[in-house]
Nanobody
């Protein structure tokens, strides 16, 4: 069982930055994939970025060059650095983990979820 807790959301103006954190009960090499998803009102949950235990990382086209996923295993913490934020980045952001299988873009493939943290970007 992996318990995830996100923090760091907030309200910023377009062009600003935020860093989200996801504290995990454990974030060892036994986990296969960790990811950030987001869900805007009236829209489906979508993957933002993911990284697997081999360090392979992927990003949604909409955030490439602006967002960076990283982790600090000593603190069991996953981060999402978000720069050059746009109003369309406004959403609830979730961290997720799956303990088997490759990284996936499908939310249903992830067994563990945090409660989410709200990001609001104003123009």
């Amino acid at each position: 069982q992996v318990h995830l807790v996100e923090s760091g959301g907030g309200s910023v103006q377009a062009g600003g930055s935020l860093r989200l954190s996801c504290a995990a009960s454990e974030l060892t090499s036994s986990r296969i994939c960790v990811a950030w998803f987001r869900q805007a009102p009236g829209k489906e949950r979508e993957v933002v970025t993911s990284t697997d235990s081999g360090g392979v990382t992927s990003y949604a086209d909409s955030v490439k060059g602006r967002f960076t996923i990283s982790q600090e295993n000593a603190k069991n913490t996953l981060y999402l650095q978000m720069n050059s934020l746009k109003p369309e980045d406004t959403a609830m952001y979730y961290c997720a983990a799956r303990s088997w299988g490759a990284c996936s873009i499908w939310p249903g493939d992830y067994q563990y979820w945090g409660q989410g943290t709200q990001v609001t970007v104003s123009s």
